[in-house]
């Protein structure tokens, strides 16, 4: 029993690292106050800001981003290719599972809370105050709304 524990401890002192340094080439720091915020992307509604604090979401691999939603911001009912594990660091999110955007049916997760979406399962979220989301997933990065006519994508067009 100690010399299969003892054996791995030793897988894990030696796999763990090297996944972690396949992860990331260089140590990194990001403090609040370095954070530059910008419009996000053009797949999400306007009026929200994002930074993306590691990696590049279109490309492969771990990347962590941060969203700045204000008060009365929504995004529609949508899906995105890869799991999602999003931190609530401030304010409140709303958030229904299902292809139907039903307000009575989202559940209010405040600060600290943590969520974890798996693949292709449909969500829509709704922004009751001024919020700060940290969402960390495998690009690249996608989300396909369930009605097309909701994709800010296509009302550029």
């Not at 140590?27 to 994002?50: E, T």
């Amino acid at each position: 029993m100690k010399l299969a524990f003892a054996a791995l401890a030793a897988i894990t002192a030696i796999s763990v690292p090297t996944a972690i340094a396949q992860t990331s080439a260089e140590h990194k720091i990001v403090q609040s106050q370095d954070i530059q915020w910008k419009p996000v992307s053009a797949a999400l509604p306007a009026g929200a800001q994002s930074a993306v604090l590691l990696g590049d979401p279109s490309k492969e691999g771990l990347f962590v981003l941060r969203l700045k939603a204000p008060k009365g911001y929504r995004i529609p009912p949508h899906t995105h290719p890869n799991q999602e594990v999003t931190t609530v660091i401030s304010g409140m999110v709303k958030l229904g599972m299902g292809e139907t955007a039903d307000p009575a049916k989202a559940k209010s997760l405040p600060a600290g809370t943590l969520y974890a979406l798996p693949p292709g399962m449909a969500h829509f979220i709704q922004f009751e105050e001024d919020t700060i989301v940290q969402v960390s997933t495998i690009g690249p990065w996608g989300i396909n709304y369930i009605n097309p006519k909701d994709d800010p994508r296509q009302k550029t067009q």
